[in-house]
């Protein structure tokens, strides 16, 4: 697993940027907190829910994606960016709230400012993609937000991108690159896309916020070619550990309580499945993590919300209190905080690839086809030293 560690541009060494929110927690919380180090505290690894009806985005573009676009369902709405209605019971996220929350962080004065994150992981997506031989004529970018993928890929590489997300003003503030690219209102868990249609989908840090992961995987393995290939990835369940056992004990000491203020994420273990559910095979999931370093929590709050990173939950709580703010910081500095007076915040990525089945496509030997035992292993320096006599 490799681990990468590293100051935003506003946090560099004598810096200080202005917080949010000023001012000493009580001293009884602090004593609480390191009562508390070393002890572990709760985190809430709840699974991706998996539940929602059907919703479509009229795409907009022009005739660059007309043959890739399919006609949608009678009955679906025809605006742009319009969603169908849908049953919040069946449905852990605001999908409504979700788009808001990135077109207000897409239209923000400095955009790039909190882009940090989304370009690092973006630039680890474009890595796999040049891991793999080929150039791919068409290829899919699956909540591609202001092009965080498309900036780091060559026109040797991808000849042409479609750039999918569900927030429009993320779409027209996209950084340019290399690459032709065109722009579609969709949403992941339904792509108005033909079957058949793509070499190549990359996805980077959206799928997290998908209602039904399993249709989000199907749909994508339904519009790629036979031997292409999906390479994504999502926050995993140990994202922000700090943050959430923060605010969980800063809210049962304050308010006998507490509610999730950070989403659930998917298993590690799950993703496996789901991809292979879904259709795919030659699957590789891999796990890696990011710290980052901010001078206090309120930082931390604020640089996710200028990432569109939110929380959309229907079972939010929508109100903070001022004391339960103080609490939490003070919990988060003494249990987490770093010799400088900085705390860390962890973000962890799951990494997956999976291909859609070709008959070109290497396949296992036949079980009982092997002619050489594993038993012979332990017998191999004996040989190799009477070869070289």
Same mark, same amino acid.
């Given at each position: 697993?490799?681990?990468?560690?590293?100051?935003?541009?506003?946090?560099?060494?004598?810096?200080?940027?202005?917080?949010?929110?000023?001012?000493?927690?009580?001293?009884?919380?602090?004593?609480? @907190?390191?009562?508390?180090? !070393? +002890? #572990?505290?709760?985190?809430?690894?709840?699974?991706?829910?998996?539940?929602?009806? /059907? %919703? &479509?985005?009229?795409?907009?573009?022009?005739?660059?994606?007309?043959?890739?676009?399919?006609?949608?369902? @009678?009955?679906?709405?025809? !605006? +742009? #960016?319009?969603?169908?209605?849908?049953?919040?019971?069946?449905?852990?996220?605001? /999908? %409504? &709230?979700?788009?808001?929350?990135?077109?207000?962080?897409?239209?923000?004065?400095?955009?790039?400012?909190?882009?940090?994150?989304?370009?690092?992981? #973006?630039?680890?997506?474009?890595?796999?993609?040049?891991?793999?031989?080929?150039?791919?004529? &068409?290829?899919?970018?699956?909540?591609?937000?202001?092009?965080?993928?498309?900036?780091?890929?060559?026109?040797?590489?991808?000849?042409?991108?479609?750039?999918?997300?569900?927030?429009?003003?993320?779409?027209?503030?996209?950084?340019?690159?290399?690459?032709?690219?065109?722009?579609?209102?969709?949403?992941?868990?339904?792509?108005?896309?033909?079957?058949?249609?793509?070499?190549?989908?990359?996805?980077?840090?959206?799928?997290?916020?998908?209602?039904?992961?399993?249709?989000?995987?199907?749909?994508?393995?339904?519009?790629?070619?036979?031997?292409?290939?999906?390479?994504?990835?999502?926050?995993?369940?140990?994202?922000?550990?700090?943050?959430?056992?923060?605010?969980?004990?800063?809210?049962?000491?304050?308010?006998?309580?507490?509610?999730?203020?950070?989403?659930?994420?998917?298993?590690?273990?799950?993703?496996?499945?789901?991809?292979?559910?879904?259709?795919?095979?030659?699957?590789?999931?891999?796990?890696?993590?990011?710290?980052?370093?901010?001078?206090?929590?309120?930082?931390?709050?604020?640089?996710?919300?200028?990432?569109?990173?939110?929380?959309?939950?229907?079972?939010?709580?929508?109100?903070?209190?001022?004391?339960?703010?103080?609490?939490?910081?003070?919990?988060?500095?003494?249990?987490?905080?770093?010799?400088?007076?900085?705390?860390?915040?962890?973000?962890?990525?799951?990494?997956?690839?999976?291909?859609?089945?070709?008959?070109?496509?290497?396949?296992?030997?036949?079980?009982?086809?092997?002619?050489?035992?594993?038993?012979?292993?332990?017998?191999?320096?004996?040989?190799?030293?009477?070869?070289?006599?």
């Amino acid at each position: 697993m490799r681990t990468g560690s590293w100051r935003p541009s506003w946090a560099a060494p004598g810096t200080q940027r202005p917080r949010m929110h000023r001012g000493r927690a009580p001293e009884a919380m602090a004593a609480a @907190a390191r009562a508390l180090r !070393g +002890s #572990g505290c709760p985190v809430l690894r709840a699974g991706c829910g998996c539940g929602g009806r /059907r %919703r &479509l985005w009229a795409p907009s573009g022009g005739s660059a994606v007309a043959a890739a676009v399919a006609s949608p369902p @009678a009955g679906s709405s025809s !605006g +742009s #960016g319009a969603l169908s209605p849908f049953d919040r019971r069946l449905s852990p996220f605001d /999908r %409504r &709230l979700k788009r808001k929350q990135k077109n207000w962080a897409a239209v923000q004065a400095e955009p790039a400012k909190c882009d940090y994150l989304r370009e690092e992981v #973006g630039g680890r997506i474009a890595d796999r993609v040049f891991d793999i031989t080929r150039t791919f004529p &068409l290829a899919l970018d699956l909540g591609s937000g202001r092009g965080y993928i498309a900036r780091h890929l060559t026109k040797e590489t991808v000849e042409k991108l479609i750039q999918v997300d569900i927030a429009e003003s993320a779409l027209k503030n996209t950084v340019q690159s290399e690459i032709p690219t065109v722009s579609v209102v969709a949403d992941e868990e339904c792509l108005p896309f033909k079957e058949d249609i793509f070499d190549l989908v990359v996805s980077s840090l959206s799928l997290h916020w998908v209602n039904d992961l399993p249709r989000a995987f199907r749909e994508i393995h339904q519009v790629l070619k036979p031997d292409g290939v999906f390479i994504g990835a999502m926050f995993g369940g140990d994202t922000l550990y700090e943050l959430r056992c923060s605010l969980q004990l800063a809210e049962l000491e304050r308010e006998g309580g507490f509610s999730p203020h950070v989403s659930p994420f998917t298993a590690v273990s799950d993703l496996g499945h789901l991809l292979s559910r879904a259709g795919f095979n030659t699957l590789t999931v891999d796990t890696d993590e990011i710290q980052v370093n901010y001078p206090g929590l309120f930082e931390v709050m604020e640089d996710l919300q200028g990432m569109g990173e939110s929380n959309c939950s229907w079972n939010r709580k929508p109100l903070l209190h001022r004391e339960t703010m103080l609490a939490a910081a003070a919990i988060y500095q003494e249990m987490y905080g770093n010799s400088d007076g900085s705390v860390p915040a962890t973000f962890q990525i799951y990494y997956m690839i999976g291909w859609k089945f070709h008959e070109s496509q290497a396949r296992p030997a036949q079980r009982g086809s092997a002619t050489v035992s594993f038993g012979d292993l332990a017998k191999i320096d004996g040989l190799l030293s009477r070869g070289k006599k």
